[in-house]
């Protein structure tokens, strides 16, 4: 590609641009932002990349699980000087993206546990391997290096959700059958790297628990129905037609989840005004979880859609789950819930969302 490309959608009446690079290692570059990326390119390093390791299905608990040993040498906790997600700058070390600035980012990862190109598995007498095929992007959120979904505003939210909707497109073209954005904040969580950022995985196989979900919506589970009991009794608030609450059957304390409140398979299936709603509450629900746990909060952010072919019945969320129920108290996930999947949950859901709600204006 040329240069840089519009969008199919406009969201915030103002239209997001698209400029892709192929990195010297062989690695996908696209630059997300409301002008076009007209930088020059600066120098930029050829390392080896790994593609990949291998899942390994585990027989007790029917599930998938991925083996990447080449993971344990990706980048943990660099200084300023050293981060791998801000621009290059001329005269500078080098970085992931090799541009003196950039709006939003999003490139494949270094260190990918899933690969397109993932080669043999090992052959184990009574284990089924396969390749870990799929994909693995990081999506950086500005060039600053400190940062939130909150602190970047309502518009580069809106230049993210235009961003995810073209990831979806293009990893499920690739074959993904299931994509998955997602965010990890916070050294409670084990993020290794502290600029604001997000990552996208791409599985070529749905993931289990995902499957139940589909299983459930098909089988007639109603979102939309939950909502309207649960509401307003559970509910933080409503934007262009996206409620944020807390689930009845939360598993975190304080865990929310974000909906349309019509049914959609996905953020690609929503309304300009649904996306610039769910634009507001991703920034909005990060800025009450740092109010009420007075720090930048430890949270496990994911969209959960609809899978490649889609689903009948699905509807579309975004989770979080925090990993704190205090200020300065961690929310382990210790034995039982590893063992059993049972969680142990220390805040009543009622009582967690009218927490959230008294932030509303704080």
């Known amino acids: 590609m040329n240069g840089p490309v519009a969008l199919a959608r406009t969201l915030g009446s103002r239209a997001t641009y698209r400029r892709d690079h192929r990195k010297a290692d062989g690695r996908m570059l696209y630059l997300y932002g409301r002008e076009p990326h007209g930088m020059p390119l600066l120098p930029e390093s050829k390392d080896d990349i790994a593609q990949g390791g291998e899942i390994r299905h585990h027989p007790l608990r029917k599930e998938w699980n991925v083996y990447a040993a080449h993971r344990q040498n ?17 005269n500078g070390p080098e970085t992931e993206i090799p541009f003196e600035d950039f709006e ?164 690609w299936d929503c309304t300009e005004e649904e996306l610039d709603g769910l634009a507001f509450w991703l920034g909005e629900i990060t800025r009450r979880y740092d109010a009420l746990f007075e720090q930048p909060a430890a949270t496990m952010m994911a969209f959960h859609a609809a899978p490649r072919e889609g689903s009948p019945g699905y509807h579309f969320t975004v989770q979080f789950y925090p990993l704190l129920r205090a200020p300065g108290r961690q929310k382990f996930l210790a034995s039982v819930e590893q063992h059993t999947g049972t969680f142990t949950v220390d805040v009543m859901p009622e009582s967690a969302a009218s927490a959230l709600r008294d932030l509303a204006d704080a």
């Open 104 to 267: 939003l980012a999003i490139f494949e990862n270094k260190f990918a546990a899933f690969h397109p190109s993932a080669g043999n598995a090992a052959a184990l007498p009574g284990i089924d391997a396969e390749p870990a095929r799929g994909a693995c992007d990081v999506v950086v959120y500005a060039s600053d290096a400190t940062g939130s979904l909150h602190t970047i505003g309502n518009d580069r939210r809106q230049v993210l959700l235009a961003a995810l909707i073209d990831r979806y497109e293009a990893l499920f073209d690739a074959g993904c059958s299931y994509v998955l954005p997602f965010e990890n904040r916070g050294d409670e969580v084990g993020v290794t790297l502290h600029h604001p950022h997000g990552q996208i995985y791409g599985f070529e196989r749905v993931p289990e628990i995902q499957q139940r979900a589909i299983n459930a919506f098909a089988g007639g589970y109603d979102l939309a129905l939950e909502m309207t009991i649960a509401l307003p009794e559970y509910g933080l608030g409503e934007q262009g037609g996206v409620a944020a609450f807390v689930p009845r059957y939360a598993r975190f304390p304080y865990e929310v989840w974000l909906a349309p409140r019509i049914r959609r398979d996905g953020p």
């Open 74 to 90: 990706r980048t943990f906790k660099p200084s300023s000087a050293d981060d791998p997600l801000a621009p290059t700058r001329a």
